[in-house]
């Protein structure tokens, strides 16, 4: 498997413009995250897929940002308008599930997102 | 609130070195704790996951650990070579985190070994 894969790696933006950011999960995984990392504030959850449904997304910071999982190989990250604020490394991760090993955790390689 | 912290922030050891990385956890309801690893301008890699009724879990040159009740983790590297040279990560999945998956991380203690 090729993993959890992300695009674009890097995404310049001025600030106002959409910004959609992509993941493919590994194949078989039913859970699917949305993490942003900062110098600042490290790794943060943003939104939470179980079963392509959103369980959690107490971690978006506010209605510019949307998330949707139309089925199970696919998910977006959506930032409408963009702020120079929301630069940051955004990852993406997926495991099999709850329980046991299956909670292992794999990331893809995230997208470098500068809003200038 | 759960909060974790992982010290030191950055350490520098010769090659060869046995060495230790820390993490506590504020609270002991935990489901699990995770350690990954993150090269620069990558993803992360997990590398052990240790339940909680689990005291610890080896993977070839490297041993977590965990210690519940005081709220402590250590992921020891036997043998160390420049090529662990990375940021190491602890998580855990704290109770009331059911059916969210949610995992809070430490910020990390970046390690440098020295050929």
């Known amino acids: 498997d090729a993993g959890v894969i992300q695009s674009p790696r890097h995404e310049v933006t001025e600030m106002g413009q959409e910004v959609t950011l992509r993941c493919k999960p590994i194949s078989g995984h039913n859970s699917l995250f949305w993490y942003r990392q900062t110098m600042m504030r490290g790794l943060e959850l943003l939104i939470y897929?179980?079963?392509?449904?959103?369980?959690?997304d107490s971690g978006m910071p506010e209605d510019r940002f949307s998330a949707k999982m139309p089925n199970a190989s696919f998910s977006t990250l959506k930032i409408q308008p963009s702020e120079p604020r929301d630069s940051a490394v955004y990852f993406c991760?997926?495991?099999?599930?709850?329980?046991?090993?299956?909670?292992?955790?794999?990331f893809g390689s995230g997208t470098q997102l500068s809003v200038l | 609130k759960q909060e974790v912290t992982q010290i030191p922030a950055a350490l520098s050891v010769p090659e060869g070195e046995n060495l230790v990385l820390n993490c506590s956890f504020t609270?002991?309801?935990?489901?699990?704790l995770q350690w990954f690893r993150q090269d620069p301008g990558k993803g992360l890699t997990s590398l052990l996951l240790?339940?909680?009724?689990?005291r610890e879990q080896t993977s070839g040159r490297l041993n977590a650990s965990l210690d519940k009740s005081s709220g402590r983790s250590t992921l020891y590297i036997a043998a160390s070579q420049p090529g662990d040279s990375a940021t190491y990560l602890c998580?855990?999945?704290?109770?009331?985190?059911?059916?969210?998956?949610?995992?809070?991380f430490g910020q990390g203690t970046t390690l440098q070994v020295k050929p």
């Open positions: 240790i339940q909680s009724s689990q």
């Open positions: 609270d002991s309801a935990i489901y699990n």
């Open positions: 998580a855990v999945r704290p109770h009331g985190s059911s059916n969210t998956g949610k995992l809070i």
């Open positions: 897929f179980n079963n392509n449904v959103p369980i959690d």
């Open positions: 991760a997926s495991s099999l599930g709850f329980g046991g090993v299956g909670e292992k955790l794999f």
